[in-house]
């Protein structure tokens, strides 16, 4: 198992650090601007993330997370981004009790913390990356956390995945960083930057 696998919590502690300076970058006039998720506004990527989260933090909570639970879906009086940031700083926390759990169900498969914190870090720094390009803010995925996560994604996202959860992956430059090479790998499409 990779050391990254390993280390879960601490991976989705950093891409909730790293989200969290993303969401510095949203205003309330730019819920409505596309973002590199197709079909999806700034708003309805908000609401999807504080999903994930919610769904991570159940995760913790109740060792169980309910596939087919709604969608969350912040009112337009409510602003999404204080609820995703409280979401958020209180998710890393349910994470690290005095006795961690080992395994959390999922419909019905068993799976492990491990896989459930690192499939959760990957989701929350992406879209944190998402959030930050709709808001013409280039904040790339830090080189540390990025590099870590190359390390498992392939384990993470599958053939099967594309074009449905993922598009296809975009093929980097020479020498681009990590987090535009993650980013890519998801199909996303960023401004290259090199090392």
Known sequence: ??????????????????ALGSLDEVSAADLGVPTPCEDWDLRTLLDHLNDSLLALHEAAALGQVYPDVGDYAAGPAVDPVAVLRDRATRLVGAWTPPEPRREVAFGELALTTAIVTTTGALEV???????????????????????????????????????????????????????????????????????
């Open 1 to 18: 198992m990779t050391a990254p696998l390993l280390d879960g919590v601490g991976l989705l502690a950093r891409a909730v650090d790293y």
């Open 125 to 195: 720094a992406v879209h944190g990356w998402d959030v930050a390009r709709a808001c013409g803010a280039d904040r790339t995925i830090p080189a540390g956390l990025a590099d870590d996560m190359l390390e498992i994604v392939p384990l993470l996202v599958a053939a099967e995945d594309r074009p449905a959860r993922f598009a296809a992956p975009v093929e980097p430059p020479f020498g681009a960083v990590p987090g535009d090479r993650l980013v890519a790998f998801l199909g996303r499409h960023p401004e290259w930057t090199y090392r």
